[in-house]
Nanobody, 121 residues
Framework: QVQLVESGGGLVQPGGSLRLSCAAS????????MGWYRQAPGKERELVAT???????NYADSVKGRFTISRENAKNTVYLQMNSLKPEDTAVYYC???????????????WGQGTLVTVSS
């Protein structure tokens, strides 16, 4: 019915930048909060940043001042600008959103497939 597709991951050197994108598609009636999570090897998935429908944001302490989350409602897309990247930012990054489909008129939590970010020299 609805899906999230991430893009923009890759290999970057420490101190570099990357921009992740996540586009929602399908039979979408509305989208509430959107966010990014990450999971490093051997660790649990953790919140990176979230943004509400009125663009209020929340960040993990580890990324404050370095990462910026934003959304473009007309395109059903959320972005994560990552600056001053560190090796410890290496992880699979997952997009998440609460989406109401046209068919059900109920909010469901939807996850993307993940995109790998590797920070290494």
């Amino acid at each position: 019915q609805v899906q999230l597709v991430e893009s923009g991951g890759g290999l970057v050197q420490p101190g570099g930048s990357l921009r992740l994108s996540c586009a929602a598609s399908g039979s979408i009636f509305s989208i509430n909060a959107m966010g990014w999570y990450r999971q490093a090897p051997g660790k649990e998935r953790e919140l990176v940043a979230t943004i509400t429908s009125d663009s209020s944001t929340n960040y993990a302490d580890s990324v404050k001042g370095r990462f910026t989350i934003s959304r473009e409602n007309a395109k059903n897309t959320v972005y994560l600008q990552m600056n001053s990247l560190k090796p410890e930012d290496t992880a699979v990054y997952y997009c998440n959103a609460r989406i109401m489909s046209i068919a059900t008129k109920r909010y469901l939590e939807v996850w993307g497939q993940g995109t790998l970010v590797t920070v290494s020299s």
